[in-house]
């Protein structure tokens, strides 16, 4: 009986393994087509001054409308498309639409520094900032509305030719961001020597700042040591106007977060932008 109860056992982990390695691999196809098909669309979502909730900035955050199922969230394919390599063409797709977003916003009067995700993967490929200029200047569009985020594990590994090819950039009048700070172990003295402008804090720094003294005292003390590398703060994932005001006093720069406006899409974002949407109003 126990041999019987074994096998079964052993064919239901075969199944579930076997389902495992479908769906792996239709997601794989999937996102082999999903750039010929025109599926990838961004949407914006603002930064506001924590002082008086002028917009700032926008980062440009990646999604995924798919034939079957609906909206995907980076959450549900990014790490494939990393794994695969597909990432490349994907932010490809990205840094170019970034591009052409950028200059499409100035002939309309809306002249917004723009935030745009990278990869691992992505920056590993020699050609990643060959490619970043050439659709700059395709579009026509000024570096200085160019922003990257990299994230810190990403910016604690990165090869000294690409340090090199940030630090050009950002001579060419980019902003260089670190993002996801506190999730991962940053060498200070590591980070100190990158050529950085702001550091995004990690939501989990900011989550419990409204009911819980201890996380007060440690994003007050991280936000000092951002200022200490001269660079400026960034709060994201702010959820209540209570955490946007504690973030305010303790000298947090700029703001991001579901209490101040959820990403959007293009026509969305450029009406909040002008300010016929406001935050205060919406609640
Ligand atoms: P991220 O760069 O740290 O972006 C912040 C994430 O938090 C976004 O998730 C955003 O929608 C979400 N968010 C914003 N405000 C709030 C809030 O108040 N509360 C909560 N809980 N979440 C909030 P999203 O859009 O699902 O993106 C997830 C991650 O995927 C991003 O994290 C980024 O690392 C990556 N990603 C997004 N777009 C791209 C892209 O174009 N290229 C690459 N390489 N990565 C991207
Ligand atoms: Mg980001
Ligand atoms: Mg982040
Ligand atoms: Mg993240």
């Known amino acids: 009986h126990a041999k019987a109860s074994g096998r079964g056992r052993a064919e239901h982990f075969s199944e579930a393994l076997a389902a495992q390695i479908a769906e792996r691999a239709t997601l794989e196809s999937d996102l082999r087509e999903a750039i010929d ?5 961004l949407v914006f979502q603002p930064q506001v001054a924590a002082e008086d909730g002028r917009i700032v900035a926008a980062e440009a955050l ?21 794994e695969t390599g ?23 009067g809306v002249e917004q520094r723009l935030a745009v995700n990278v990869s691992p993967r992505e920056l590993d490929h020699a050609t ?44 060419d009048g980019a902003t260089i961001a670190i993002d996801d700070f506190g999730t991962g172990y940053s060498n200070l003295a590591r980070l100190r020597s990158l050529p950085i402008d702001r550091v995004k804090l990690d939501r989990s720094l ?26 400026e703060a960034v709060g994201e994932g702010i959820e209540s106007h209570a955490q946007a005001e504690i973030l305010r006093i303790i000298g947090c720069d700029v703001i991001q977060g579901y209490a101040i406006a959820a990403p959007m899409d293009e026509d969305a974002f450029i009406s909040w932008s002008k300010g016929e949407v406001r935050w205060a109003s919406a609640g």
Do not use: N
């Open 128 to 171: 990643f900032f060959r490619r970043l200029r050439e659709a700059m200047r395709a579009a026509a569009a000024p570096a200085h509305l160019l922003e990257l985020e990299l994230s810190e594990t990403l910016a604690m590994h990165c090869s000294s030719e690409v340090i090199e090819a940030i630090a050009q950039l950002r001579a």
């Open 37 to 41: 098909r025109d599926e990838f669309t």
């Open 206 to 231: 900011i989550e419990h700042i409204a009911v819980d003294a201890d996380a007060r005292t440690i994003a007050h003390a991280v936000i000092g040591l951002i200022h200490g590398l001269g660079c």
């Open 86 to 108: 597909l990432i490349v063409e994907i932010g490809e797709w990205v840094v170019q639409t970034v591009a052409e977003t950028i200059a499409r916003w100035g002939r309309m």
């Open 62 to 82: 990646l999604r995924w409308r798919h034939p079957r199922d609906g909206l995907r969230f980076p959450g549900s394919f990014l790490e494939r498309a990393e």
